[in-house]
């Protein structure tokens, strides 16, 4: 199979730390471009050509494929230019700024018929895929809670002046590290569309951005989940779930970004351990066989739909 030639939008912390790298281990594709405001950034990450513009990728007539690392306000027009252009587009968590958003950015995949898929690496890790499974199949019983926290230290989460303490670019601790737990919860629980959010407090900088959000979200018959996102508490990544006959706790305080590390789990009284591996590389191959026609599990739009609704409802319903 032709490798997938990848474009990357942005040559930011996460392209530069991380997946710059995991496409280049990728098997199946290849990083044809990097554009960045700085060319020589775009360039440190050893792409085929380097731009100083991001619509010189999309231009760029051997691009099938575009990555969007930018800044959460971009998210949406760049998914757009990118899918008029005829390319198939990952685009990173969050997909965008709220639910109005990422339907439109869905409704214009379907009309041009490309691939519009969210970065959210987790839902690609072993550990996760298992997790779900083993939540949904039944063996433990009903699920009846969920906790999942998500949490930095503000020191740690960005330096000052960084785009994630200012709502305008779509910063805050929700939108920032907040969708993960709710990714997880959603690939959890039997019938996502049920979740409502229930109540939610939120704590926000001078600017507005939420340095701490906690939410309380039900479905089914009452059962009730609590998600937690902060930049002001000490730095944890926990998922714990409930069932009928057991529990199931993430372990190590990595439970959404294990990376290139073994990873663990612990089901009842038995912890399970996964291989050391690179789930970026994973999101990108899946997505690179899919364009070549395989059958690869990737996200789906509905559920990125649904989280960026109970983020809006998230901050509708605070208090
Ligand atoms: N999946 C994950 O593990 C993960 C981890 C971290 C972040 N993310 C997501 O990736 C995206 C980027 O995060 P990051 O940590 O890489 O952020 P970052 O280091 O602050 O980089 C910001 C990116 O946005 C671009 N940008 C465009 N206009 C900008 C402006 N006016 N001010 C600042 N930056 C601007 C920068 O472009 P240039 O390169 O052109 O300068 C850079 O690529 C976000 O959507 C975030 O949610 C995902």
Known sequence: MDPVRWGFLGAGWL??????????????????????????????????????????????????????????????????????????????????????????????????????????????????????????????????????????????????????????????????????????????????NLLEVTASRRHLNEHGADLTTDITLTWGEGTSAGVTASFEQPATESMHLTFERGEINSLDNEGFCSWRQPARVKINDEIEIFDETDAYQLMFEAMSNRIRGGDDWVLSPAESIKVAELVDSSVAKAN
């Open 15 to 192: 392209v530069t730390a991380r997946t710059a790298d995991s496409l280049h281990q990728a098997s199946n594709a290849e990083l044809t471009a990097v554009g960045a405001r700085d060319a020589a950034r775009a360039a440190s990450v050893n792409p085929a050509r380097a731009y100083e513009s991001y619509q010189e990728v999309i231009d760029d007539p051997d691009i099938e494929a575009v990555y969007i690392a930018l800044t959460n306000d971009v998210h949406l027009h760049w998914i757009l230019a990118a899918l008029e252009a005829g390319k198939h587009v990952l685009c990173e968590k969050p997909m965008t700024m709220n639910a109005a958003e990422t339907r439109i950015a869905f409704d214009k995949a379907a009309e041009t018929g490309l691939m519009l898929i969210e970065a959210v690496w987790m839902r690609w890790h072993p550990r996760m895929r298992h997790i779900a499974q083993l939540a949904k199949g039944g063996e433990l019983g009903k699920m009846t809670g969920f906790n999942g926290r998500f949490t930095w230290q503000t020191a740690d989460a960005a330096p000052p002046g960084n785009y994630r303490f200012f709502p305008e670019y779509g910063g805050g601790a929700l939108l920032d590290i907040g969708v993960y737990p709710l990714h997880a919860l959603l690939s959890c629980v039997p019938d996502f």
